[in-house]
């Protein structure tokens, strides 16, 4: 992905000026008096199947709303389908390469020591910076980035936020208890609750200092272990859940490099190997559901503090998930995966300055980066960013814009167009050991392997074409000391 340099002169040189004081009414007439703020909110695992996007079996009016009141990218798609890297390669909006964003449990700090990130840069443009929920994977990642210390409630070893006995019992005996909780408990007995109510507080206290601020939320549901509060299981009835059509199925020209063990949930008390019974599925996707309902109560109650606050005019909201997850599509569960279910997820965009629409066009989440300068007016980090802002779709979201997606899972290289999705599995540079394609547009779910058909070559030989643009040189290259960048 080439760097914008045009957009990188631009705020370069708007940066220079704002610091010399010059031509300030000319460059940035009404954003310098009263900088925008930002509320960044993070949901852990969330899937883009909420109502407004199409899933009408969940309950989420708070999602909805504000879907419906902002930008709603339809196909958004992560770089990494796990917490950790995908967090690092969203806030350094920077890709993963074959040495950095492995696993569940990367800093950004350790993969690219120097690099700037996205509240560190907020932060040094005179926000007032502040995390509250899971933000960074790891609570130590760029301390420095945040005017406050974090508040995260989770900690390396008390994350699962069990209440039930048995729960506790089980996750006491050094393994995780079981894969959800029923409790009838107030909200704010688990982390989301109580993350929204630290982040209400906040609100009232950036509208009483009126310093402009980038107040980044991490709701950490619905991640494992399903345990909203039993009003939100209530919600539904699991004899009304619907399996999806091809849990069970595994598509048989896909490579076997495409599936694995869900050690994810393997790893919690009394779940074994194997297909999933159709009660513990049905569970689970009833977990699932409730755990977004109840994340979704956090966000009315945050949403409705911000108007209350008189907020909202003058703050840009941006909602996203970190990446997907399975709910047995392709026989598979939680995320990991080269698939739509792993890869895409819910993205909105809510700019004061910018009327409700909906985007159809492939973007990627390292473009949040330069999104959220340009919506600030503040300058770009230079060589640095992967991402192109979506400023101007968000002006006409409607209008189509050919856009490409890079995303990379171990050795499993995926490339998402308009139309159609890409992965070929490398074990070393130029060594192809396996491939899959599949056409979006005619094949949605995924279920047939179309890499192999002779009638493709040219269409696989373009696609492995643009993957390796997105992948860039920097792809091959080992770690560097980025402290000279
Ligand atoms: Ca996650």
């Given at each position: 992905m080439p760097f914008h340099m045009n957009k990188i002169i631009q705020f370069t040189c708007l940066g220079v000026l704002l610091v010399a004081g010059a031509c300030q009414e000319r460059i940035v007439p009404e954003t310098k008096k009263t900088?925008?703020?930002?509320?960044?909110?993070?949901?852990?695992?969330?899937?883009?199947?909420?109502?407004?996007?199409?899933?009408?079996?969940?309950?989420?009016?708070?999602?909805d709303a504000l879907a419906n009141s902002g930008i709603r990218f339809d196909r958004a798609y992560c770089q990494v389908p796990i917490c950790g890297a995908s967090r690092a390669s969203i806030m350094t909006g920077t890709y993963p390469t074959r040495h950095r964003f492995l696993s569940a449990r990367t800093a950004a700090e350790d993969d690219r020591p120097g690099t700037e990130v996205l509240p560190g840069h907020f932060k040094k443009n005179g926000y007032h910076t502040k995390s509250i929920g899971k933000i960074f994977d790891r609570v130590d990642d760029h301390l420095k980035a945040w005017s406050e210390p974090p508040i995260r409630f989770q900690s390396m070893y008390r994350w699962p936020d069990y209440h039930s006995e048995e729960n506790l019992r089980l996750d006491s005996l050094h393994t995780l208890g079981l894969p959800w909780e029923k409790l009838d408990v107030p909200d704010s007995t688990y982390f989301d609750g109580r993350i929204a109510n630290e982040a209400i507080a906040s609100l009232k206290d950036f509208k009483s200092t009126g310093q402009p601020f980038f107040l980044a939320v991490g709701f950490v549901k619905p991640h494992l272990p399903f345990t909203p509060p039993k009003k939100y299981w209530d919600m539904y009835d699991p004899n009304e859940i619907v399996l999806p059509e091809h849990r069970t199925f595994q598509p048989g020209n896909a490579p076997e490099e495409a599936f694995f063990k869900w050690i994810e949930l393997l790893s919690y008390y009394g779940v074994e190997e194997g297909p999933l019974s159709d009660e513990f599925a049905r569970?689970?996707?009833?977990?699932?559901?409730a755990s977004v309902s109840y994340v979704d109560a956090q966000l009315g109650r945050l949403m409705e503090a911000l108007d209350q606050e008189g907020l909202t005019e003058n703050t840009t909201v941006v909602l996203l998930g970190d990446h997907g997850w399975h709910l047995g599509e392709h026989g598979v569960w939680c995320k990991k995966y080269s698939f739509q279910e792993s890869l895409r997820v819910p993205l909105i965009i809510k700019d004061p300055a910018h009327s409700p629409g909906v985007s159809k066009n492939v973007v990627e989440l390292v473009d949040l980066f330069p999104t959220l300068l340009e919506l600030t007016n503040l300058p770009y980090p230079e060589h640095q960013l992967a991402g192109e802002s979506l400023a101007g779709q968000l002006q006409n979201p409607e209008k189509e814009v050919y856009g490409t997606a890079f995303s990379k899972w171990q050795n499993g290289l995926t490339v998402v167009t308009p139309t159609h999705s890409y992965t070929q599995w490398m074990s070393e540079p130029n060594t192809i050991q396996a491939h899959m394609l599949y056409d979006l547009k005619n094949d949605p779910n995924e279920q047939n392997n179309i890499a192999h058909e002779k009638e493709n070559k040219a269409l696989v030989d373009s696609l492995e074409s643009e993957l390796y643009s997105l992948m860039g040189p920097e792809f091959e290259q080992p770690i560097q000391n980025t402290e000279q960048e």
């Open positions: 900088p925008k703020n930002v509320l960044f909110i993070m949901v852990d695992d969330l899937r883009p199947e909420f109502a407004a996007y199409g899933q009408n079996e969940i309950i989420s009016p708070n999602l569970n689970m996707i009833h977990g699932y559901r």
